[in-house]
C-alpha cells in the first residue's frame, strides 16, 4: 500500500489523539490519606484471684480487674458461671484505664467459670477473659 500525501497528516492526527487520550489532563492525581487504623480491641483481665484458686465456700471475696483502651472504658462486667453478677461503669467519662474491685460470695461446691468484658462508649467489647476457681467446703 502506498500512502499518500493526504494520509500522513490523517494517521499523525489519530496517533496525536491516542496519545492525549492516554494523558491525565487534570494533571497528577492527589493521593488519598490512608485510612485510619480502627483503634484496638478493648482489653480487660481479672488481676486477682489467680486462675485455679481455690475459695472456702460463705466467704466473700474480691475479685479486681484492669481494664483499658486508647478510646477509653466506660463500662465493665462481671460473669459468673456466664450469668452477669456486677456492672461497675466509670463515674468520670471513659477512661483508658480502669480499675474496678467487685465481689461475690462464694457459693455452690466445685469450679465456677469467672469473666470480665470491658465495653467502650460505644459498646465496642472486649474479648471475655475468663478465669476458673474451684469453691471447696469450709474446713
Given at each position: ?10 494517521i499523525?492526527?489519530?496517533?496525536a489523539?491516542g ?31 489467680p ?28 460473669y ?9 461503669e ?30 467502650r ?19
Amino acid at each position: 500500500m502506498i500512502k499518500t500525501a493526504t494520509q500522513a497528516p490523517a494517521i499523525l492526527l489519530l496517533l496525536a489523539l491516542g496519545w492525549l487520550a492516554a494523558c491525565n489532563l487534570a494533571g497528577p492525581a492527589t493521593p488519598s490519606p490512608p485510612p485510619s487504623p480502627a483503634p484496638a480491641m478493648p482489653q480487660a483481665q481479672i488481676l486477682a484471684p489467680p486462675h485455679n484458686q481455690q475459695v472456702i465456700e460463705g466467704v466473700i471475696f474480691d475479685i479486681e480487674i484492669l481494664a483499658s483502651d486508647s478510646v477509653g472504658i466506660d463500662r465493665v462486667e462481671l460473669y459468673v458461671d456466664e450469668r452477669l453478677l456486677q456492672s461497675s461503669e466509670s463515674e468520670s467519662g471513659a477512661e483508658g484505664h480502669y480499675r474496678v474491685t467487685m465481689n461475690w460470695f462464694a457459693k455452690g461446691i466445685g469450679w465456677h467459670k469467672f469473666s470480665v468484658i470491658a465495653y467502650r462508649e460505644d459498646e465496642t467489647p472486649s474479648h471475655p477473659h475468663t478465669i476458673a476457681l474451684e469453691v471447696i467446703p469450709p474446713g
